[in-house]
């Protein structure tokens, strides 16, 4: 049976990304997914759909924290560490969501998801 158009396409897509351009894409889709709860407060589904979006988020952090960790990592130490700094700060203002839902507390994490998969993308075209 042939494969679904859409599946096939975001597989290619995966394929033929380089490791900034995915990450990009992975920050970029985490936000949405927090926009997408913030916009539809009011749903039926948003704590289903509040808690999956926060999940994704947090493994999407967790790994940039990993990744950073790594003393072999060649990014400058500064920028490591504000980064990873950055990271502990989603992390706390997302388990503060989860505690206290507030769709407004959800704007700066979307902020910083977009805007890092901005900056990435621009660096990679470098």
């Known amino acids: 049976m042939p494969q679904n158009p859409v599946n096939a396409y975001t597989t290619n897509q995966k394929e033929n990304l380089s490791g900034r351009e995915l990450e990009a894409s992975v920050l970029a889709r ?13 749903g039926a589904d948003r704590d289903q759909k509040l808690l999956e979006a926060v999940k994704f988020n947090q493994k999407v952090w967790s790994f940039f924290q990993a990744e950073l ?5 060649p990014l400058p130490q500064n920028l490591r560490e504000d980064i990873l ?3 502990l700060f989603i992390d706390k203002r997302l388990f503060d969501v989860l505690a206290f839902p507030d769709p407004e507390k959800l704007s700066i994490v979307i902020d910083i998801d977009f805007n890092i998969a901005a900056g990435l993308r621009t660096n990679s075209d470098q």
């Open 30 to 42: 985490a936000g949405l997914m927090l926009k997408n709860v913030k916009d539809n407060w009011d």
């Open 85 to 87: 700094n950055l990271s």
């Open 69 to 73: 960790s790594d003393p072999e990592n």
